[in-house]
């Protein structure tokens, strides 16, 4: 079973993003998807979720159920991490689940009772993380989710996002490609909006 692209094309007014773009991502296994900036990478990982609609061609297979980490990380800020991951996940799970996992990216102790708005970059982009990897989602979006992580904690929450996705189909966008290669999976390389042949 495949996540399958074909034949996309999008354009925002005159300027074409995919011209007849076609690729497939393996259910159940993680794809490192690069490219250089402006070449359409969070247009797809968009068109994908379903926030946004091609002006032509076909994806399918998509899982209905989906979760991701946007570039931004758009969390409410007046609340604390646990609450910010309470609000996505309802009461399907407890607080002590929610804080066992925000720790296991090393977010500890009072950090957690303060408003994520105090928070510094870093501390937020993993509470994203945690918030995306904790959902019912049978398809994880992952957009550059490690930016602006120092070395060690890169390597754990590269660490808890590989033991926390359970087989799940996992797209990670990243220009890194030590991530790609710590994280283990095949790559898709955009360039201009195409499909440069490299599927390892």
């Not at 991701?68 to 609000?87: K, M, W």
């Not at 994880?140 to 930016?147: A, C, G, I, R, Y």
Request: charged fraction near 30%.
């Amino acid at each position: 079973m495949k996540i399958i692209v074909e034949d996309l094309w999008k354009s925002y007014g005159k300027e074409p993003v995919f011209q007849g773009f076609s690729a497939e991502l393996p259910l159940g296994e993680i794809t490192v998807l690069m490219g250089k900036s402006g070449c359409g990478k969070t247009t797809l990982t968009r068109i994908l979720l379903g926030l946004e609609r091609a002006d032509g061609g076909r994806v399918s297979g998509v899982p209905e159920k989906k979760s991701a980490v946007f570039q931004e990380d758009r969390l409410f800020e007046p609340f604390g991490a646990v609450s910010n991951i309470r609000a996505a996940l309802g009461k399907k799970r407890t607080d002590g689940e929610i804080r066992e996992n925000l720790e296991a990216v090393g977010l500890l102790g009072e950090v957690l009772s303060k408003p994520v708005s105090a928070l510094s970059g870093g501390m937020r982009r993993r509470c994203a993380i945690v918030r995306a990897m904790m959902a019912d989602s049978a398809f994880v979006v992952l957009d550059e989710p490690f930016e602006g992580l120092d070395s060690e904690t890169k390597k754990r929450t590269m660490a808890y996002v590989r033991e926390r996705r359970r087989g799940r189909t996992l797209l990670l966008v990243t220009h890194n490609l030590e991530e790609g290669e710590a994280m283990g999976g095949r790559f898709l390389i955009l360039k201009e909006g195409k499909n440069d042949g490299r599927e390892d």
